[in-house]
């Protein structure tokens, strides 16, 4: 029998053979695809129970991914802010994010599945990144495929895809973005699931994708646990917050806390794609979530300074916990992010990508209103460096001064 910790009250336990978080998530995909996610299902089921799978992960991720990453406490800005801040570094990861971690489980796992080729889809270009280190690390073949509109605005990203041996294919349909991009990633896995495997970068997608992804990030919530309770005598942090766009990144530290109930969880979205706050249940990409939408259910697009966080819906275990209340959604505007990524630069020495910039502005803003009570601890997931931000908002502070 399978249990659905789900909806017997554990948080982010297994969601069983359906993959509903409450009324989220499944898995809408056509008839053709079925069998597909089943297999992979399957076979994620057997290599996580299998220890030589997990030492070989955790081997990887320790000696070529540089975990575990370090937890830094901030000593100048939880002074300004009247709080204990401490960072989750995943900035320091391989590839400068946390993608690293989701990519290096589904190489692995697609390698013990036979398959030799990646596909993945991506935004901005991160993961896009990411599945073409695992693709080179892992001997594979990797195609990503990468709204039009996207592969113009990123092209270091396209050039950094190539130069990893990954093809490049501009998506022209649609509104040729992120979203035209998964669409045609699914399209392409139908027609060749024989020796494919979709690597995709969030807890987003048809079952069994984010439960399997929300698992490979866990890492970063497990060994936060861990370091927070050696830095705070036993104890957890106050707060665990950590900015949303799929929401990985969130749903991986979040699961090394689920089960601490003295630590309230907080995701930031962007303001431009705040999913949870403002849209409505809906279907996309094989699943059953928040999505921004127009009164006529057009899916919207989502609209952010960071290129990462524009994704209009948001993984549909995030949808679940708001429903619970067992963690909480906000968002910080493109302003307040600006503020934030100078702020962290200044005061710690550590640029922050823009996403997880949104994380730091909304702790700073809760501070100041005192949202946050003085002396509270507050863990932050950091969740990419901020190298790849930096021409853009040289660009935006230049063309104001
Ligand atoms: C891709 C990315 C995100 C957004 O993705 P999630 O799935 O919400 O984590 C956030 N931060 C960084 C640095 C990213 O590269």
Known sequence: MTTDTTTTGAFMGDPGPTGRFGEFGGRYVPESLVPACIELEAAFRDAWADPSFRAELDGILRNYGGRPTPVTECGRLSEQLGIRLFLKREDLAHTGSHKLNNVIGQGLLARRMGKRKLIAETGAGQHGVATATAAALFGMECIVYMGEVDTQRQELN????????????????????????????????????????????????????????????????????????????????????????????????????????????????????????????????????????????????????????????????????A?????????????????????????????????????IAWVAAAAASGELAPGATVLVNLSGRGDKDVAQVRDILRGRS
């Open 323 to 359: 429903d619970l209340g067992r963690a909480r959604y906000v968002s910080a505007g493109d302003e307040a992010v600006l503020e934030a990524f100078q702020l962290l630069a200044r005061t710690e020495g550590i640029l922050p990508a823009l996403e997880s910039a949104h994380a």
């Open 158 to 321: 396209v050039f950094r895809m190539e130069l990893l041996g990954a093809t490049v294919v501009p998506v022209t349909a649609g509104s040729r973005t992120l979203k035209d991009a998964v669409n045609e990633a699914l399209r392409a896995w139908v027609a060749s699931v024989d020796d494919t495997h979709y690597c995709l970068g969030s807890v987003m997608g048809p079952h069994p994708y984010p439960w399997m992804v929300r698992e490979f990030q866990s890492v970063i919530g497990e060994e936060a646990r861990e370091q927070c309770r050696i830095l705070l005598d036993g104890a957890d942090p106050d707060v665990v917050v950590a900015c949303a766009g799929g929401g990985s990144n969130a749903a991986g530290i979040f699961a090394g806390f689920a089960d601490a109930t003295g630590s309230e969880l907080v995701a930031v979205e962007a303001s431009g794609g705040a999913a949870v706050t403002t849209g409505i249940p809906g279907i996309l990409h094989g699943m059953r979530s928040a999505l921004i939408q127009d009164d006529a259910g057009q899916i919207l697009e989502a609209e952010s300074i960071s290129a990462g966080l524009d994704y209009p819906g948001i993984g549909p275990e995030h949808a679940h916990l």
